[in-house]
T-cell receptor
Framework: DTAVSQTPKYLVTQMGNDKSIKCEQN?????MYWYKQDSKKFLKIMFS???????INETVPNRFSPKSPDKAHLNLHINSLELGDSAVYFC???????????????FGSGTRLTVV | DAKTTQPTSMDCAEGRAANLPCNHS???????VYWYRQIHSQGPQYIIH???NNETNEMASLIITEDRKSSTLILPHATLRDTAVYYC????????????FGKGTRLSVIA
């Protein structure tokens, strides 16, 4: 199936640990994103990569480091996890410019991160 | 910051049309109106988008006023599975501008 897939779906970890979330898309899109949805349900853009190049970094702490080995993958590594990092993290992809039948984003199903 | 205003919540009877309004009075000439929805515990899902003309697809219809300062998303026959938060977003389609989500409208479809 064509999709944006993220792993793991759930992640429970202790404060201070380092963890990674993986994202892959097989839609042929050239741009990928990470969004964070906190307990109040606000969805906020964190990062955007176009063809493996970082183009948006929305004042995210340095503990968060996205890595894009190729344009189909955008992984999120988080160092020294804090309680406030608990949230649902969504990966998404799109065509940056107006290619395809629509210019919308396709989102993954999310990774629920709980820091204890 | 989101450039749209939506009601916080709405109810709709199952089988009836759900009409979700959105105000975007500061929309620019090159900005499209997008609608997404987020069903509980899932990622946001693209519904429809438009620039000036009304649009229809298999999911919904989008009615944009002539002055483009507001729009309405119409789900013609709402089902219980349409219960979700619906987001109206305005953005250009090119460049690096990301989707910026506001608070959306929580639509509850009631049996």
């Amino acid at each position: 199936d064509t999709a944006v897939s993220q792993t793991p779906k759930y992640l429970v970890t202790q404060m201070g640990n380092d963890k990674s979330i993986k994202c892959e898309q097989n839609l042929g899109h050239d741009t990928m994103y990470w969004y964070k949805q906190d307990s109040k349900k606000f969805l906020k853009i964190m990062f955007s990569y176009n063809n493996k190049e970082l183009i948006i970094n929305e004042t995210v702490p340095n503990r968060f480091s996205p890595k894009s080995p190729d344009k189909a993958h955008l992984n999120l590594h988080i160092n020294s996890l804090e309680l406030g990092d608990s949230a649902v993290y969504f990966c998404a992809s799109s065509h940056q410019t107006g290619q395809g039948t629509h210019y919308g984003y396709t989102f993954g199903s999310g990774t629920r991160l709980t820091v204890v | 910051d989101a450039k749209t205003t939506q009601p916080t919540s709405m109810d709709c009877a199952e089988g009836r049309a759900a009409n979700l309004p959105c105000n975007h009075s500061t929309i620019s000439g090159n900005e499209y109106v997008y609608w997404y929805r987020q069903i509980h515990s899932q990622g946001p899902q693209y519904i429809i988008h438009g620039l000036k003309n009304n649009e229809t697809n298999e999911m919904a219809s989008l009615i944009i006023t002539e002055d483009r300062k507001s729009s309405t998303l119409i789900l013609p026959h709402a089902t219980l599975r349409d219960t979700a938060v619906y987001y109206c977003i305005v953005r250009v389609t090119s460049g690096n501008t990301p989707l910026v989500f506001g608070k959306g409208t929580r639509l509850s479809v009631i049996a």
